[in-house]
Structure formats: C-alpha cells, structure tokens
C-alpha cells in the first residue's frame, strides 16, 4: 500500500513564524503535492513538484514556498505565517498524473 | 478556475440514487472523481478521459461530456458507507497531473 505521512496532525504557530510542513511517500513516485482545505472551498492546489528540485506553482502559492531535495520528501514552508494561513493543509503523491494518494491533512492554527 | 460542483450539498436514505454534476468553463482533458469521508484523507474513485466514456466502481459510475465540459458521478442504491465530500478535479493541462477541484459536495446517506 501507498503511505503518505505527514510530520504533524496538529500545528500551532504564532504570527512572523517561519513554518515547515514535510511530506513523505514511500512508493517513488515522481509527482508530490500540497494543497490547503478550507470549509466551503474545496482543495486548492499551493505547489506541485514532478521531480527532484522541479517545482511549480499552484493556483494559491503566495506566502508559501516548496524544497524538495530528494524524491520522497516533499516539504511546504511558510516563511511568515499569518492567521489567514490556518487551515488544513494535505500533501499527495502521484505517479506520472493518475491517483493521488493523499496523506492524513496536518491541521494548522497561527495564532 | 475552480469546476463548478452541484449540489452543494444532498440528503439520501439508504438505497436512494443521487447525480453529482462537475462543470467547468475551460476544456477539460479528463475529470478525476474523489471522495472524503469525514475525517479522514480524500480516496481515488475514478478517472474519466476525453471520449465521452462512462465509467464505474461498484454502484458509482460516472460520465464525461468533453464537449459540455461536464462530468457528472452517479451514485446508484446508495449505502450508508457512502456518506463523505465527494470532489471532482479536473485536468485543464493534459498532463493529469495538475488538477484543479471543485468546492466539493457533502452527501449524508441515512437508514
């Protein structure tokens, strides 16, 4: 079975703090994801990464940047959190665009 | 741009059918069908490519009219199992990779 996990289920950060949200997925795969899930508005692509050191932007990469260093890790960084950035944050991972296997969601509050 | 996703939300007995409609304004080159039971991470149900094709998954099936850009997801002599968020994303790149989702669906199905 394809397992992608999430450091952390739950996060509390405070405003100005730098945070790092990591994604790993042991089944190779060559795409990786991290979307945001608000109630109301689905879920929404921040970055994707099709290899190692590749990235591209999402449809809501403001205030968020990506490192992926080797190809089963996969990490979100918000450089400065703000309070509009809680939310429930999930990481997937893909091979070659077919499923998605999505990881449990870390579920982060700034304060 | 998000796919439009109707209805926003449905109430079924057990054994009852519903229609979940997926729409989009741009040309789709396929729709990807996800569910999400409370709490837990979204699940892969299908993927329908352009050709008009209808596929299924136990008493879920769904279609894709590439020319309406729509795709709608037929949940057939529904079990309570199928209670969750169900999500379409749709593939605008052709490289199914990328997907952008709907706000999503809530379906609660009840004895």
């Known amino acids: 079975d394809v397992k992608v996990t999430q450091s952390s289920r739950y996060l509390v950060k405070r405003t100005g703090e730098k945070v790092f949200l990591e994604c790993v997925q042991d089944m190779d795969h060559e795409n990786m994801f991290w979307y945001r899930q608000d109630p109301g508005l689905g879920l929404r692509l921040i970055y994707f990464?099709?290899?190692?050191?590749?990235?591209e932007k999402g449809d809501i990469p403001e205030g968020y940047s990506v490192s992926r260093e080797k190809k089963e890790r996969f990490s979100l960084i918000l450089e400065s959190a703000s309070t509009n950035q809680t939310s429930m944050y999930l990481c997937?991972?893909?091979?070659?665009?077919?499923?998605?296997?999505f990881g449990p969601g870390t579920r982060l509050t700034v304060l | 741009q998000q796919p439009v996703q109707s209805p926003q939300a449905v109430i079924l007995r057990e054994g009852e059918d519903a229609v979940i409609n997926c729409s989009s304004s741009?040309?789709?080159?396929?729709v990807h069908w996800y569910r999400q039971k409370h709490g837990e991470a979204p699940v892969f149900l299908m993927i329908?490519?352009?050709?008009?094709e209808q596929k299924g998954h136990d008493k879920i099936s769904a279609s894709f009219n590439e020319k309406k850009q729509q795709s709608s997801l037929y949940l057939t002599a529904s079990q309570l199992s199928y209670s969750g968020t169900y999500f379409c994303g749709t593939d605008l790149t052709g490289t199914a990779s990328k997907l952008t989702f709907g706000t999503g669906t809530r379906l609660q199905v009840t004895l």
């Open positions: 990464s099709y290899d190692v050191k590749m990235k």
């Open positions: 997937a991972s893909s091979f070659r665009g077919v499923e998605q296997f």
């Open positions: 329908l490519l352009k050709g008009g």
């Open positions: 741009k040309a789709l080159y396929s």
